[in-house]
């Protein structure tokens, strides 16, 4: 369990990047953090293994307050991805890539072995496997960065931006793998201004606007709130602003599929035309 | 190191120093730490500390100033132990307050070296240092190497601190270990560190390219620099000062304390 009591971050610039925000995720929980460019997305995020000690306030992650922990020890239970993947590679391989936070972590070499075939497995990199990270796509090199993090398990993985530079196809790969992993029971914190791609994965969402917290709530709930998305500088997803403009008909902003929408507009539609 | 880097970033400003003509406060530099070295003595290296201390107080800027030379610490120190080293190993000397002392003078010196070329980047713009350099005839293709080595330090500084949030959340531990096991532990931060460079340096180059650098040799300008009635005073006072130094360091018998 993630719990954020009363938090503030301030830079040494002086730039008040957080602001009193109080929090509380569960296991298990997927989470998405919105908001514009400089909300605090990114510094919230790095509060969660410790990169960044609160200046007034605490971190709890699992009861274990994170400013009396050290970054390494934190980060065997929050995995975090971040948004430039090649920030994390430099080795000539693949699967050594992988197994540098394994060995920092101290485990056996039949299990990093083995973790290391599971993560190229699991993210559909095994041809790859002695490959050069720096010779991946923009797509794989996300979905390597995935792995590393993926490898040793945490409780906890934080993804950042994961969709920028990705496309249509690499963020349906991106939810497929996100919905897995939950499945298996990790939490996931997802940073992100991608409206479409957390309408589709339909998350718990925290608007974040100047360092606080403006919003929290069910996808179905947040998404269609015009207003507020406006307030945070972000456009609602393309089908919340379809249905947004077909109030004649008797619709409400909704967050569906197409497929739902267009039988509910059909069936609207015919109503009217009988009834007339 | 970071301390220092920030001391020698560009503060935006409207003071009287900002305002002035990029190439007389580069003379100004040159002559404060020309000054510096033409002189030993602690009176007059802190004269001109304190000269350049009520420099950065009129351009708004004393407090990183002052964190530039604090940032310096370690260096200086490492100059005066090298120093004080180096006077050991010569012959006939031995562990003197003398030696002490003249090892003291020589790390001083270069607080006001440093002191001084901070006041001129604080308050100087890479753009206005490249106009500078260009109208003092250093071939424009240097200039702009220098300019964007300055421009790009901060964007550098930003990508190491990434850099390094990224691998200290692998598990990589920067502090444990000895001397040795530490130097291997910075290979996960300086690779990528240096695959960055390289990358930027290529997108940098072809971004100059398609705009046409280097297509005509005789460049324009946006701003052209023009020498004001405050610049020239500025100079001629600055030029006055250092005569009267040279004046007093060779020709007078004026003891100095």
């Given at each position: 369990m993630i719990i954020f009591e009363n938090v503030e971050y301030v830079y040494p610039n002086g730039f008040k990047a957080l602001n009193r925000i109080n929090l509380e995720v569960n296991s298990g929980e997927v989470v998405a953090l919105m908001g514009e460019n400089g909300a605090g997305k990114t510094t919230l995020l790095k509060h969660l293994n410790g990169l960044l000690k609160p200046t007034s306030g605490r971190v709890l992650i699992d009861g274990v307050d994170t400013r009396h922990s050290t970054v390494a020890s934190l980060s065997r239970k929050v995995g975090i991805v971040f948004q430039n993947a090649e920030d994390m590679f430099f080795s000539p391989t693949i699967q050594e890539e992988i197994a540098f936070a394994l060995n920092n972590f101290h485990f056996p070499g039949d299990v990093i072995r083995k973790r290391v075939d599971w993560a190229l497995k699991f993210m559909e990199l095994?041809?790859?496997?002695?490959?050069?990270?720096?010779?991946?796509?923009?797509?794989?090199?996300?979905r390597l960065a995935l792995a590393i993090i993926l490898a040793w398990s945490p409780d906890i993985v934080a993804l950042d931006e994961p969709t920028v530079g990705q496309d249509i196809l690499q963020k349906e790969k991106m939810i497929q793998i996100i919905r897995q992993a939950n499945q298996q029971g990790k939490t996931i914190i997802i940073s992100s201004h991608d409206v479409e791609f957390i309408a589709e994965l339909k998350p718990r969402i925290i608007l974040m606007s100047k360092g606080r917290i403006v919003r929290d709530g069910p996808s179905e709930e947040v998404l269609t709130d015009i207003s507020i998305l406006q307030e945070c500088r972000l456009l609602p997803p393309q089908i919340v602003s379809l249905t947004s403009?077909?109030?004649?008909?008797?619709?409400?902003?909704?967050l569906a599929r197409p497929e739902e929408v267009a039988n509910e507009i059909a069936r609207r539609v015919r109503h009217l035309v009988n009834y007339s | 190191m970071s301390t220092i880097l920030r001391g020698l970033q560009f503060y935006p400003g409207k003071t009287i120093i900002h305002k002035l003509d990029p190439r007389v406060k580069l003379v100004i530099s040159l002559l404060l730490m020309a000054t510096a070295a033409l002189y030993l003595e602690v009176t007059i290296i802190t004269m001109v500390i304190v000269v350049e201390?009520?420099?950065s107080i009129v351009a708004k800027v004393f407090s990183r100033w002052a964190r530039t030379v604090y940032g310096a610490a370690p260096l200086i120190i490492l100059v005066f132990i090298a120093n004080f080293l180096f006077k050991l190993s010569m012959p006939g000397q031995s562990?003197?307050?003398?030696?002490?002392?003249?090892?003291?003078q020589l790390a001083y010196r270069l607080v006001a070296f440093l002191a001084s070329f901070s006041i001129f980047f604080l308050t100087t713009t890479p753009e206005e240092l490249g106009m500078a350099l260009t109208k003092m005839k250093v071939p424009y293709m240097y200039t702009f190497a220098f300019i964007s080595a300055i421009r790009f330090t901060p964007i550098l500084a930003e990508e190491l601190q990434s850099i390094v949030d990224a691998q200290r959340s692998r598990g990589l531990e920067l502090e444990k270990g000895n001397i040795i096991t530490r130097l291997r532990r910075y290979i996960p931060i300086?690779?990528?560190l240096m695959v960055n460079v390289l990358r930027r340096s290529y997108e940098l180059a072809e971004a100059i390219e398609v705009k046409c650098f280097g297509a005509k040799k005789n460049r324009t300008y946006l701003r052209e620099l023009?020498?004001?009635?405050?610049?020239?005073?500025?100079?001629?006072?600055?030029?006055?000062?250092?005569t009267v130094a040279i004046y007093i360091r060779y020709f007078s018998r004026i003891s100095i304390p």
């Amino acid at each position: 369990m993630i719990i954020f009591e009363n938090v503030e971050y301030v830079y040494p610039n002086g730039f008040k990047a957080l602001n009193r925000i109080n929090l509380e995720v569960n296991s298990g929980e997927v989470v998405a953090l919105m908001g514009e460019n400089g909300a605090g997305k990114t510094t919230l995020l790095k509060h969660l293994n410790g990169l960044l000690k609160p200046t007034s306030g605490r971190v709890l992650i699992d009861g274990v307050d994170t400013r009396h922990s050290t970054v390494a020890s934190l980060s065997r239970k929050v995995g975090i991805v971040f948004q430039n993947a090649e920030d994390m590679f430099f080795s000539p391989t693949i699967q050594e890539e992988i197994a540098f936070a394994l060995n920092n972590f101290h485990f056996p070499g039949d299990v990093i072995r083995k973790r290391v075939d599971w993560a190229l497995k699991f993210m559909e990199l095994e041809e790859y496997r002695e490959k050069s990270p720096f010779l991946l796509s923009g797509g794989e090199k996300k979905r390597l960065a995935l792995a590393i993090i993926l490898a040793w398990s945490p409780d906890i993985v934080a993804l950042d931006e994961p969709t920028v530079g990705q496309d249509i196809l690499q963020k349906e790969k991106m939810i497929q793998i996100i919905r897995q992993a939950n499945q298996q029971g990790k939490t996931i914190i997802i940073s992100s201004h991608d409206v479409e791609f957390i309408a589709e994965l339909k998350p718990r969402i925290i608007l974040m606007s100047k360092g606080r917290i403006v919003r929290d709530g069910p996808s179905e709930e947040v998404l269609t709130d015009i207003s507020i998305l406006q307030e945070c500088r972000l456009l609602p997803p393309q089908i919340v602003s379809l249905t947004s403009k077909l109030d004649f008909l008797g619709l409400k902003p909704k967050l569906a599929r197409p497929e739902e929408v267009a039988n509910e507009i059909a069936r609207r539609v015919r109503h009217l035309v009988n009834y007339s | 190191m970071s301390t220092i880097l920030r001391g020698l970033q560009f503060y935006p400003g409207k003071t009287i120093i900002h305002k002035l003509d990029p190439r007389v406060k580069l003379v100004i530099s040159l002559l404060l730490m020309a000054t510096a070295a033409l002189y030993l003595e602690v009176t007059i290296i802190t004269m001109v500390i304190v000269v350049e201390a009520l420099l950065s107080i009129v351009a708004k800027v004393f407090s990183r100033w002052a964190r530039t030379v604090y940032g310096a610490a370690p260096l200086i120190i490492l100059v005066f132990i090298a120093n004080f080293l180096f006077k050991l190993s010569m012959p006939g000397q031995s562990l003197s307050f003398q030696s002490i002392y003249e090892s003291l003078q020589l790390a001083y010196r270069l607080v006001a070296f440093l002191a001084s070329f901070s006041i001129f980047f604080l308050t100087t713009t890479p753009e206005e240092l490249g106009m500078a350099l260009t109208k003092m005839k250093v071939p424009y293709m240097y200039t702009f190497a220098f300019i964007s080595a300055i421009r790009f330090t901060p964007i550098l500084a930003e990508e190491l601190q990434s850099i390094v949030d990224a691998q200290r959340s692998r598990g990589l531990e920067l502090e444990k270990g000895n001397i040795i096991t530490r130097l291997r532990r910075y290979i996960p931060i300086l690779v990528p560190l240096m695959v960055n460079v390289l990358r930027r340096s290529y997108e940098l180059a072809e971004a100059i390219e398609v705009k046409c650098f280097g297509a005509k040799k005789n460049r324009t300008y946006l701003r052209e620099l023009k020498m004001t009635t405050k610049d020239w005073i500025t100079l001629s006072a600055s030029i006055t000062l250092f005569t009267v130094a040279i004046y007093i360091r060779y020709f007078s018998r004026i003891s100095i304390p």
